[in-house]
């Protein structure tokens, strides 16, 4: 199937929008969608209301046009496939030999396959829709602060579709010459004609742009918050500090680290980091952290299509086919044991009898077998541990056969994968606080410093945590932090990338725990970056149809 931005575009609101009174209500559709024109749905702003919740809904809805191919299910599916797999530290024992394509990165070339052109559709579909709201919205019935809550709104999911294409189909900014390289088709209007590709630094100057207008309305309306705008306490609709939120990641990626630090701190205003208790409860349903996130419950589920399908320590995949998703061997077993983050990841303290080691106790050689308990007594004794460990502390799983270093982390609310997922935390915004003050100040580590104690030791999750780091060694800090709290949250493949260093996963012979067909040292060989890996290209459906390329 041949999409193009082209058409994408044109399908806006009347075509792919659904609307609803919420992200987590019953979805109201007034007249057929092939009738319906552009100015009649946002003809006054309760409408206009019902097409972000839309937005909202193309975020954690399956796509069909590319099923064929995999469940894709929105950020879910990018988070998974794209940001995850080819990560260093997400481990699918089970399933990696046959996904090796994916996890190496071995499709980004590939351009006729579903998998090159899914995040292309997806997040074409949401600036397509996000353009014509922005196109209709000021000749809409309502009260001007409520269009402009809407147009910010609208502005903030353009320009975090911008921003993902970007890091998916474009160098990073330390790769692209400043900005020289090129970016990505910015079509920032309802037209559908041909249009040549932006370069990257012209990419990112829309993406400023787009959330600094967005900031300035919401601050304008500041006596406004999303639960009282769209009546819901639902994580999925945009505000100012999900608005100040992307903005610092983007910031981060550019290098731009005062506009990074000074929306990081913005961004977490009112958004306390959660609890212990809270962190231990399975990250799929919205807390105090939580920024912006997904929105899934037992009326829209998604059923075997859902992220939390496969990533959730009780979903349907760990439950019913044993199929469990891992943390890297030699990261995690290198966390100190206070953390109680290390705790959510069956690492070797839980299940390592004692006198004996992990090469004794687990399968370490038969493909897609890696990791999983050996048999004999020695296995049958780790796997004992191991399961009373799970037993005593997380009593929404039942017995079935780990793998070592099973992630414990995400839990779902029911069957098959019920539940939301996190898009953005406040942990996130401390941790680019860490990092933009450790380039800020580099004759002063106590800033970065101060970020790292208030993430671990202040918030409960390592007590004992401290810091008195410097240089380079303060910086690996930050950054094995950033894999230790964002696991699993589509960070590890995009860091290496920013970072310009390689994707490194050890087999067992090593010390670490992947199998043969996906361990490896990628990205960069000898010192020189291997762009392949690290960029997608640009999908037949878009080549094809739009003579602008």
């Known amino acids: 199937m041949k999409i193009s931005t082209k058409y994408i575009l044109a399908s806006a609101l009347s075509g792919i929008l659904i609307f609803g009174s919420g992200c987590s209500d019953s979805w109201l559709q007034t007249e057929p969608t092939d009738q319906?024109?552009?100015?009649?749905?946002?003809?006054?702003?309760?409408?206009?209301?019902?097409?972000?919740?839309?937005?909202?809904?193309?975020?954690?809805?399956?796509?069909g046009a590319y099923w064929d191919y995999f469940a894709n299910n929105g950020e879910g599916t990018v988070i998974?496939?794209?940001?995850?797999?080819?990560?260093?530290?997400?481990?699918?024992?089970?399933m990696s030999p046959g996904w090796s394509v994916i996890f190496n990165n071995k499709f980004?070339?590939?351009?006729?396959?579903?998998?090159?052109?899914?995040p292309w559709y997806y997040y074409y579909s949401i600036i397509g829709n996000a353009n014509t709201v922005l196109a209709n919205i000021d000749a809409a019935e309502g009260e001007q602060s409520e269009k402009d809550y809407i147009k910010a709104g609208a502005l903030t999911f353009r320009?975090?579709?911008?921003?993902?294409?970007?890091?998916?189909?474009?160098?990073?900014?330390?790769?692209?010459?400043?900005?020289?390289?090129?970016?990505?088709?910015?079509?920032?209007?309802?037209?559908?004609?041909?249009?040549?590709?932006?370069?990257?630094?012209?990419?990112?100057?829309?993406?400023?742009?787009?959330?600094?207008?967005?900031?300035?309305?919401?601050?304008?309306?500041g006596d406004m918050t999303r639960d009282s705008f769209y009546g819901t306490s639902a994580a999925c609709y945009p505000d100012q500090n999900v608005a100040e939120a992307i903005l610092a990641r983007v910031a981060l990626s550019k290098g731009d680290y005062q506009v990074a630090l000074d929306n990081a701190k913005a961004a977490r205003e009112g958004r306390s980091l959660m609890n212990v208790s809270d962190y231990k409860a399975g990250f799929y349903q919205n807390n105090s952290e939580w920024i912006w996130g997904t929105f899934n419950d037992a009326q829209e589920t998604l059923y075997y299509g859902a992220f939390l399908v496969v990533f959730a320590r009780n979903g349907y995949y760990a439950t019913n086919q044993h199929y469990h998703v891992c943390v890297a061997r030699d990261f995690i077993d290198e966390?100190?044991?206070?953390?109680?983050?290390?705790?959510?990841?069956?690492?070797?303290?839980t299940f390592l009898p004692e006198g004996k080691t992990v090469e004794e106790v687990l399968d370490t050689q038969t493909s897609s077998m890696v990791g999983m308990f050996a048999e004999g007594d020695d296995g049958d004794e780790a796997y004992a541990n191991a399961e009373e460990y799970i037993k005593a502390n997380f009593s929404d799983m039942t017995e079935t056969p780990y793998n070592a270093y099973t992630s414990l982390k995400y839990a779902c609310e029911g069957m098959p994968g019920i539940g939301s997922i996190p898009l953005i935390r406040s942990s996130e915004m401390l941790l680019i606080e860490a990092?933009?003050?450790?380039?800020?100040?580099?004759?002063?580590?106590?800033?970065?410093?101060?970020?790292?104690?208030?993430?671990?030791?202040?918030?409960?999750?390592?007590?004992?945590?401290?810091?008195?780091?410097t240089g380079e060694q303060l910086f690996e800090e930050i950054a094995k932090y950033r894999r230790l709290e964002l696991w699993g949250e589509g960070h590890s493949w995009l860091d290496c990338k920013r970072w310009g260093i390689a994707v490194v996963?050890?087999?067992?012979?090593?010390?670490?725990?992947?199998?043969?067909?996906?361990?490896?040292?990628?990205?960069?060989?000898?010192?020189?970056?291997?762009?392949?890996?690290?960029?997608?290209?640009?999908?037949?459906?878009?080549?094809?149809?739009?003579?602008?390329?």
């Open 159 to 221: 320009a975090y579709s911008f921003f993902r294409l970007s890091q998916i189909y474009c160098d990073s900014w330390k790769e692209s010459n400043n900005g020289g390289s090129e970016g990505i088709v910015l079509r920032i209007d309802e037209s559908t004609g041909d249009m040549p590709l932006s370069t990257l630094a012209q990419t990112y100057e829309q993406i400023y742009s787009d959330l600094n207008q967005a900031i300035s309305l919401f601050k304008a309306n």
């Open 435 to 469: 990092e933009a003050n450790y380039f800020l100040n580099s004759g002063n580590p106590q800033p970065a410093r101060d970020n790292l104690i208030e993430l671990n030791k202040t918030s409960g999750r390592d007590p004992e945590y401290s810091c008195d780091l």
């Open 505 to 549: 996963r050890k087999s067992f012979a090593e010390g670490g725990n992947y199998d043969a067909s996906v361990s490896g040292t990628f990205g960069y060989k000898d010192g020189v970056c291997d762009k392949t890996f690290w960029k997608w290209s640009i999908p037949t459906g878009e080549t094809d149809l739009n003579e602008g390329l």
């Open 36 to 63: 319906a024109s552009n100015e009649a749905v946002l003809s006054t702003t309760e409408n206009a209301k019902k097409a972000i919740n839309g937005l909202c809904k193309l975020m954690s809805m399956q796509h």
């Open 108 to 118: 980004t070339q590939n351009v006729t396959s579903g998998y090159c052109a899914y």
């Open 335 to 349: 966390i100190s044991d206070s953390d109680i983050r290390k705790g959510l990841f069956l690492h070797k303290g």
């Open 80 to 94: 998974q496939y794209y940001l995850e797999y080819p990560g260093r530290d997400f481990n699918y024992p089970l």
